[in-house]
């Protein structure tokens, strides 16, 4: 069992940044892949970016790509969403998810807002 809290969502304004923690309690973090995905409303939840398990390969959904960076601290059991150049369209709400052997974890989600 995983349990997820997300943190660092908030208001922002177009081209600043956020950085948004998850911080995971349960076993084996390293062996979870870790992603971020967001759902905006009337829209599907969208994948927006993957950390393979520990040490594996990140990957990024095209509309992010070069502006949003994950990490992930396998001392501090926490992934990380560091957001550069947002965007209106960045807003909706963003939750972390674990994922091992298909079984998959969520958080409650934080709310990002890009707005003057």
């Known amino acids: 069992q995983v349990q997820l809290v997300e943190s660092g969502g908030g208001l922002v304004q177009p081209g600043g940044s956020l950085r948004l923690s998850c911080v995971a309690s349960g076993a084996s973090f390293g062996l979870h892949a870790m992603k971020w995905y967001r759902q905006a409303p009337g829209k599907e939840r969208e994948l927006v970016a993957a950390?393979?398990?520990?040490?594996?390969?990140?990957n990024y959904a095209d509309s992010v790509k070069g502006r949003f960076t994950i990490s992930r601290d396998n001392l501090r059991n926490t992934v990380y969403l560091q957001m550069n150049s947002l965007k209106p369209e960045d807003t909706a709400v963003y939750y972390c998810?674990?994922?091992?052997?298909?079984?998959?974890?969520w958080g409650q989600g934080t709310q990002v807002t890009v707005s003057f």
């Open positions: 998810n674990a994922e091992r052997y298909g079984i998959n974890y």
């Open positions: 950390s393979a398990r520990a040490g594996g390969s990140t």
